[in-house]
């Protein structure tokens, strides 16, 4: 388990050197008191670990920008890859404050050994394309473009990123789908329409991804049960991690289909391989049995696929 004495962590990705895991996770002072002040004051810290159990803290990988930017006021969650000559990767969200509300767009840092990152001048890479997804305005100050999750195109051409979005029609609500982008070469980026549609009933989908699992495609994302169409947790889907399956990495992914996971005890959930090539999942401790925010990350879980193989699910059962 990853436990910081002074500091909340909550959500986070990984990146496997082949020899140790590197975890990059949200990371805010508890000294701050309210865990809900967290999310503007956020930073990037980093830790490493031969076994996904037992953790090394490290310098912090990033933190908000000193001076007016795109990302002064948080660096919040992301992704990394390595590039084909070796270098490493990182995508984040970056948030500032404008008239309108909290702006959120995808930044890039790169590494050359997972440990000290360099801002790429290229960033900001992505912001919201208002031709298929709700920006930024006074009506809608709580802006939706955030947490890339970037992978190759199985065909080798190129790379995709999603992105937690929000479509701009036809959402009776609930307008959360998985946003899309692609890039030749993981600098130049372009919007494209979202590969779900907007009628299944959640808010967003945060801290997606998507991985092969036991060879059939899976999304994973997480959405509380107050984010989520009634109609659904009345039917008792009130689930935090949540997966859905695909026609294929690049879905088109059935929402309609999508199950829980967790319940809110858990939220982030991420699926990485063990050493001994099997699927395990962790997630970040989210709520105690009061209701408190604990904020810390959990051991590896076994995670398997139900019977029809579309949805992963038989997790267990408790933080």
């Known amino acids: 388990m990853l436990r910081l004495e002074k500091f909340w962590t909550w959500d986070f990705w990984l990146a496997d050197d082949g020899h140790r895991y590197h975890i990059y996770f949200l990371k805010a002072r508890r000294s701050l008191g309210d865990p809900d002040l967290r999310h503007v004051n956020a930073s990037i810290g980093h830790a490493t670990s031969a076994?996904?159990?037992?953790?090394?803290?490290?310098?912090?990988?990033?933190?908000?920008?000193?001076?007016?930017?795109?990302?002064?006021?948080?660096?919040?969650?992301?992704?990394?890859?390595?590039?084909?000559?070796?270098?490493w990767f990182m995508f984040y969200t970056g948030c500032t404050r404008t008239a309108d509300g909290l702006k959120q767009r995808i930044g890039l840092a790169t590494s050359?050994?997972?440990?000290?990152?360099?801002?790429?001048?290229?960033?900001?890479?992505?912001?919201?394309d208002p031709r298929w997804y709700e920006p930024l305005s006074p009506e809608r100050p709580d802006e939706a473009w955030r947490d890339p999750w970037v992978f190759p195109d199985p065909g080798g051409d190129g790379w995709h990123m999603l992105v937690t979005a929000r479509a701009n029609h036809g959402a009776d609500g609930y307008p959360g789908v998985v946003g899309h982008a692609r890039s030749p070469d993981l600098v130049r980026w372009q919007a494209q329409p979202p590969l779900s549609r907007p009628d299944a009933g959640f808010w967003h989908l945060e801290v997606q991804q998507v991985e092969?699992?036991?060879g059939r495609p899976v999304l994973m994302f997480s959405c509380l049960p107050g984010d989520v169409d009634?109609?659904?947790?009345?039917?008792?889907?009130?689930?935090?991690?949540?997966?859905?399956?695909?026609?294929?990495?690049?879905?088109?992914?059935?929402?309609?289909?999508?199950?829980?996971?967790?319940g809110v005890e858990l939220y982030s959930g991420r699926l990485i391989r063990d050493r001994a090539g099997r699927w395990v999942?962790?997630?970040?401790?989210?709520?105690?049995?009061?209701?408190?925010?604990?904020?810390?990350?959990?051991?590896?879980?076994p995670v398997r696929l139900t019977g029809d193989g579309a949805v992963l699910g038989g997790l267990l059962g408790g933080p």
């Open 230 to 262: 009634g109609r659904r947790t009345t039917a008792g889907e009130r689930g935090a991690v949540w997966s859905a399956p695909g026609d294929s990495v690049l879905g088109p992914f059935d929402l309609a289909r999508a199950a829980p996971v967790t």
């Open 51 to 87: 076994d996904l159990i037992h953790w090394d803290e490290a310098a912090d990988a990033l933190a908000p920008a000193a001076g007016p930017a795109f990302d002064d006021l948080a660096t919040w969650t992301g992704s990394v890859v390595r590039g084909p000559d070796g270098t």
């Open 112 to 128: 050359a050994d997972l440990y000290t990152w360099h801002r790429h001048p290229a960033s900001p890479l992505l912001e919201s």
């Open 212 to 214: 092969v699992v036991a």
């Open 281 to 301: 999942m962790l997630a970040f401790r989210n709520l105690d049995a009061g209701g408190g925010f604990i904020g810390e990350i959990t051991d590896p879980m």
